[in-house]
């Protein structure tokens, strides 16, 4: 059974920093993808970043890019999201998801199905 668990989340000033975790559990497969959505009050959850565990590429919606990084610690079973330059837009419930379907990338439409496996989430808000 896969198992995701964030953490991190918080209250930070824009123009600041926070790391989230997931910490992941339960693959019986290397062909798998992490992947970090949000949603903020109001509005539908997005995909903004994802990395494969195959091969470590990753993918990044446009308005995070340069902002955001997803990367991973294998022996630890974790993907982290460094999230700099914090906007006050950023403020969301953020979630990882798993995605175990092979696919040729791992965001875009992608972000849109496969990812059926959800942590709790971790709130994270960006005020001064």
């Known amino acids: 059974q896969v198992q995701l668990v964030e953490s991190g989340g918080g209250l930070v000033q824009p123009g600041g920093s926070l790391k989230l975790s997931c910490a992941a559990s339960g693959f019986t497969s290397d062909y798998y993808a992490i992947g970090w959505f949000r949603q903020a009050p109001g509005k539908e959850r997005e995909g903004i970043s994802c990395?494969?565990?195959?091969?470590?590429?990753?993918d990044y919606l446009n308005s995070v890019k340069g902002r955001f990084t997803i990367s991973r610690d294998g022996a630890k079973n974790t993907v982290y999201l460094q999230m700099n330059s914090l906007k006050p837009e950023d403020t969301a419930v953020y979630y990882c998801?798993?995605?175990?379907?092979?696919?040729?990338?791992?965001?875009?439409?992608?972000?849109?199905?496969?990812?059926?496996?959800w942590g709790q989430g971790t709130p994270v808000t960006v005020s001064s």
């Open positions: 998801a798993a995605d175990l379907a092979r696919r040729p990338y791992c965001g875009g439409a992608y972000f849109y199905i496969g990812y059926d496996y």
């Open positions: 990395i494969r565990n195959s091969d470590g590429k990753t």
